[in-house]
């Protein structure tokens, strides 16, 4: 009987009798599995395809485990981290809990104990996305109302066209940005209401750090705690970042203050660097 598949799991050692170990374990349960042997290749795999979680080796030659995890929470920030780590780096894995990783495990451990932190790792997804669906469907239905309440009073077209930097410019009305004089010609970029409202807050507040709760209520229109704040917004930052990202610099653009929340600051991309940063 072909069992149900459960989520799917990466894993990353640079010992292969570890990997083929875990591997074995989890495709047993019912996991989807892939390993792979570098943190240079577990950062390329999560730039093509959805990971749920990763069971990742802190320490490992070239990149390292805490590195592999902080490209993750920027590039696909509902993954879930599980480090294997061995006695000698017990501080780096509390570190690494403190950074927002879910659990670690000391090698050896027992396929139950890896079994049950796999578990509960996602469930523990499952609740933060069913808790941000909850909250993004309120924040549309409450911007629906007030988009309702304000069109009357809307402003020209002309009066939405915000330059950013670069010949870089964005249509708030229409939700697009593009790069040069003439929009008909250039490719655009279509950004969500929700995206286009959180950037129009940004701009409207260039240079000022707000705290997640702030831009939940302003972008989202209702309050929610200091807890659920950053995971609302992390997704949302994440993909217009990558918008942005298609224009020189843009990915800069939105910065992020560690602990508190995010500010915009029009940043112009480097040229001529020896060094890349």
Sequence with gaps: MKLMQKGKVLVVDDEETMRRSLADILRLEGYQ???????????????????????????????????????????????????????????????????????????????????????KAMERRYEIQQRRALLEQMGASLMILREGEQREISLPIEQDIIPLMEGVVFDLARREIWQGDNPIEQ?????????????????????????????????????????????????LVSRLRQKLGNFPGGEAWIVNVRGTGYVFERRRPERNTEREE
């Design 33 to 119: 599995v892939q390993t792979v042997s570098s943190g240079e290749a577990a950062i390329q795999l999560l730039g093509t395809d959805t990971i749920d979680l990763i069971l990742l080796d802190l320490k490992m030659p070239g990149i390292d485990g805490l590195e592999v995890m902080r490209v993750a929470s920027r590039v696909t920030p509902d993954t879930m981290i599980i480090f294997l780590t061995a006695h000698g780096s017990l501080e780096s894995a509390i570190e690494a809990l403190r950074q927002h990783a879910f659990d670690y495990l000391l090698k050896p451990s027992s396929p139950n104990q890896i079994l049950e932190s796999v578990s």
């Design 187 to 235: 490719e655009k970029i279509s950004l969500t209401p929700t995206e286009a409202k959180l950037l129009r807050v940004l701009l409207e507040n260039r240079g000022r750090v707000l705290t997640h709760r702030e831009l939940v209520l302003m972008v989202q229109g209702y309050e929610v705690t200091d807890w659920e704040a950053p995971e609302v917004l992390r997704p």
